[in-house]
Structures are given as C-alpha cells and as structure tokens.
C-alpha cells in the first residue's frame, strides 16, 4: 500500500467513514428497483398573469416524464409507477394536512414505501411570468429519505417546449443516477 493510499484512508477514518462505505454506494441498482413517479405538480401563485392554459402545465410535465422514463428504463427493464399525487392513501394525506403528495417529501416517501419502490421522483412546474416558468425536481432514495438530485432549473420560453426539454433532461439523469446506484454524474455514459 502507497503512502498516499494509506493517509487517504487515514483521513476517511478519522472523518468517520468507513473506507468500504465509499466504493459500497457507487454501483448499479438491482434490475427490479422500482421507481415511483409522483404527478407533476403546478404553482401559479406568484405568478404576474394567470392564464386558463397554465393549468395544462402539469399533466404536460406527467406525460413527458412517463414517456421519457419508458424510454430510458425499457432497455434495462427497471419498473417504475406514475402515482396520481391527489389519489394517495388517507394516510398519506393526513401526514400532510390534507394538502397533496406531490411535493411533501414525507409523504412522497410514504406513497413509495406502500408501493414497494427504492426511489421517488417529485416535480414541479411554477409560473413566474408570461415567458420564465421553473422546474424544481428531486429524486429521493426511499431507503433513508436522502434527496440525491435536486434540481432548479429557470424555463425561458414557450412553457410547452421548455418543459418537455426540462423533463427530458431530468428523466435522464434520473435513470443514470439510479443506474449508477445513487451516484449523480451529470454526464452521460
């Protein structure tokens, strides 16, 4: 063993991490670790204008997100649900003061444990003006309840385009992460 491995392990010990603990997180996830996809949630509030058609926002992100994870998760034949954030068990809903699963994480991890899943996927489109939207969006390791991607990412544009590149984007990196077992690597591979 070089010295330098020996003082880096040294220094990992003393931090109190054990040195296995490190190469034992990296690594790819069992073939049948479900994901749980809550439905995208839409916050207008702060919005300067408020239009009939911002409410579509969010079933826009849902779909986009279902059909990008289909397509990245097909080949390594990973399950994922998409669970309708308004429908969660009366449990669920208590934890939360009767207020939707979509963005508690408590409560999304809650949905996920009922339904088996290793990781939890929260979105969240926001409107700020006609032109900039946002996309807040985490996925949750079911596990220990550790928010390994968390994503803000500012939408210029039409809604429509941006959000469906944004869900894209975050689909991707979703199932390299749980590929990579809870590793985020920003690059593709």
Same mark, same amino acid.
């Given at each position: ?52 058609? *911002? ?104 809604? *429509? ?7 894209r984007i975050f689909a991707d990196r979703v199932v390299r992460t749980v590929r990579d077992g809870g590793v985020a690597n920003?690059?593709?591979?």
């Amino acid at each position: 063993m070089t010295h330098a491995l020996r003082a880096l392990l040294t220094s990992i010990t003393l931090l109190g991490i054990a040195p296995g603990a490190l190469v034992a997180q990296a690594g790819p996830e069992a073939p049948d670790a479900s994901i749980t996809v809550l439905t995208t949630a839409l916050y207008t509030d702060q919005a300067n204008v408020r239009e009939a058609s *911002d409410s579509t926002k969010s079933g826009l992100g849902t779909e986009v997100l279902r059909q990008r994870l289909e397509e990245q998760v097909a080949a390594q034949l990973r399950p994922f649900t998409v669970t309708d954030s308004l429908a969660t068990s009366s449990e669920a809903l208590e934890l939360t003061g009767r207020v939707p699963c979509d963005v508690k994480v408590a409560c999304a991890l809650m949905v996920a444990r009922q339904q088996d899943a290793r990781w939890v996927v929260m979105t969240k489109v926001s409107k700020t003006s006609n032109l900039i939207w946002v996309l807040s969006a985490q996925l949750i390791r079911v596990e220990n309840g550790q928010i390994v991607l968390d994503d803000s990412t500012e939408l210029k544009g039409d809604p *429509d385009v941006m959000i469906r590149v944004g869900m894209r984007i975050f689909a991707d990196r979703v199932v390299r992460t749980v590929r990579d077992g809870g590793v985020a690597n920003n690059f593709p591979s």
